[in-house]
């Protein structure tokens, strides 16, 4: 088992590796990047060192999911950057948004401070509860 100092040595390894990557942009007709559809990565819980990262498409279809230790891995192993998990694109993303698509990173921080990209997935989540209890 890791020890906890370990645990953050390799995150902040790990996040300097990652560090300055956009997020992933799939745009094979060269459309305006506003328009096209956006798939949310985020922190959907759970409890210590088990959390569940989903990536949900702006039509409320969740395309992905993947357990974690901590937050801070989420988007790479989301695909969420570039140069990251090119199996979901090609296997989940592309299949689902063939016209292409942008990846949007919600952390926690930004459920926290109410954007608009967390506003859109608590939208989305409650649509979904509501859908299946009719």
């Not at 996040?15 to 798939?39: F, H, M, V, W």
């Not at 819980?45 to 498409?57: D, K, Q, V, Y």
């Not at 296997?91 to 954007?115: C, I, L, Q």
Request: glycine share 10%.
């Amino acid at each position: 088992m890791t020890t906890a100092a370990a645990a953050v040595q390799y995150l902040a390894e790990y996040q300097q590796t990652i560090s300055g990557r956009k997020s992933a942009i799939y745009n094979p007709l060269g459309k305006d990047i506003k328009e096209l559809p956006r798939i949310f990565g985020f922190n959907n819980g759970g409890s210590e060192n088990f959390l569940t990262a989903l990536a949900l498409a702006e039509n409320g279809v969740v395309l992905g999911s993947h357990l974690c230790s901590h937050e801070g891995y989420m988007p790479g192993d989301l695909g969420i950057l570039e140069g990251t998990r090119e199996d979901r694109h090609e296997k989940d993303y592309r299949v689902h948004y063939p016209e292409g698509y942008r990846m949007v990173w919600v952390s926690s921080d930004d459920f926290a401070e109410n954007t608009e990209e967390a506003k859109i997935i608590l939208a989305l989540a409650a649509a979904n509860e509501n859908s299946e209890g009719a």
